[in-house]
């Protein structure tokens, strides 16, 4: 069994900042990359940033410059610092891990729940 539990969503006024956060935990033999998604009502699912385990990153055009995602892999960790942020960033904000359990060399995904994150005034 695995899990991603995410936090750090919430209310914002536009120009502020959040810091989201996921915690994977289980029967974990390895994390490859990981990464954070989104998806605004009405659309598509769509990647925000992705991290390696080497820590190359990439993210989508909207956001860069803006957020920043970080892990720390002794924790299997994954954080995005979101700066500046803009009523379009509203959306639920999901943790996506690519982990190898104990039990299957395979390399499945895992999705966290799921946090809100609202840009408004």
């Known amino acids: 069994q695995v899990q991603l539990v995410e936090s750090g969503g919430g209310l914002v006024q536009p120009g502020g900042s959040l810091r989201l956060s996921c915690a994977a935990s289980?029967?974990?033999?390895?994390?490859?990359?990981m990464g954070w998604y989104r998806q605004a009502p009405g659309k598509q699912r769509e990647l925000v940033a992705a991290i390696t385990r080497g820590g190359r990153t990439n993210y989508a055009e909207a956001v860069k410059c803006r957020f920043t995602i970080s892990r720390d892999n002794a924790k299997n960790t994954v954080y995005l610092q979101m700066n500046s942020l803009k009523p379009e960033d509203t959306a639920d904000y999901y943790c996506?891990?690519?982990?190898?359990?104990?039990?299957?060399?395979?390399?499945?995904?895992?999705w966290g729940q799921g946090t809100q994150v609202t840009v408004s005034s």
């Open positions: 996506n891990a690519k982990i190898a359990t104990m039990f299957s060399a395979r390399v499945d995904d895992y």
């Open positions: 289980g029967s974990i033999f390895s994390i490859n990359a």
